[in-house]
């Protein structure tokens, strides 16, 4: 399984995660679909992976946010 998948399931799914993010359910989805956070959380304007795995965390399913950080990092476009 892709580790966002898995981070956003164990989290309790896309519902939850877009509530503690304050985005929707469709931008959530659009991660998964990109298979990596929005630009800004690489950028530190945004703390989306931490929010995640606090909500995994408080289901038992704990894991750092840099390693979530580290393993959906963006994929680079071939310009």
Known sequence: MRPLKKSIDDA?????????????????YKWLTADCLPRTEYTGET?????????????????????????VHPKKSAA
């Open 47 to 71: 703390r989306y992976a931490e929010r995640i795995a606090a909500l995994a965390a408080a289901n038992g399913k704990p894991f750092e946010a840099s390693w979530l950080l580290s393993e």
């Open 12 to 28: 309790g799914g896309v519902p939850a995660v877009a509530l503690a993010c304050g985005k929707s359910p469709r931008a959530v």
